[in-house]
Nanobody, 126 residues
């Protein structure tokens, strides 16, 4: 079992920044892959970024490339999502997810992940 707790959400204006955190606990070998997803009201959950925790390799959705950066701190069992140059369309509930294995082609697909946090709200006003 893996427990994930997100934090760091809030309200910012267009162009602002936020840093989300996801603290993980539980089986280490069940979180070899971790991802950030978001879901806006009335929309499907979409993948934002993912990381292979062993290698540190990261992958991003086209919509956030160059603005968002995913990182990890293995000593703190945490992953982070630094979000810069935020736009109103980034407004959503942001979720952290984990699994023991996800293929490269499925990294940003929500149905590839077993463990989920409860989310943290990000609101970007124009």
């Amino acid at each position: 079992q893996v427990q994930l707790v997100e934090s760091g959400g809030g309200s910012v204006q267009t162009g602002g920044s936020l840093r989300l955190s996801c603290a993980a606990s539980g089986a280490t070998n069940s979180r070899n892959v971790m991802g950030w997803f978001r879901q806006a009201p009335g929309k499907q959950r979409e993948g934002v970024a993912a990381i292979y925790t062993g290698s540190g390799a990261t992958y991003y959705a086209d919509s956030v490339k160059g603005r968002f950066t995913m990182s990890q701190d293995n000593a703190k069992n945490s992953v982070y999502l630094q979000m810069n140059r935020l736009k109103p369309e980034d407004t959503a509930m942001y979720y952290c997810a984990a699994d023991d294995f996800v293929s490269r082609s499925r990294l940003l697909m929500s149905n590839a992940y077993t463990y989920w946090g409860r989310g943290t709200q990000v609101t970007v006003s124009s």
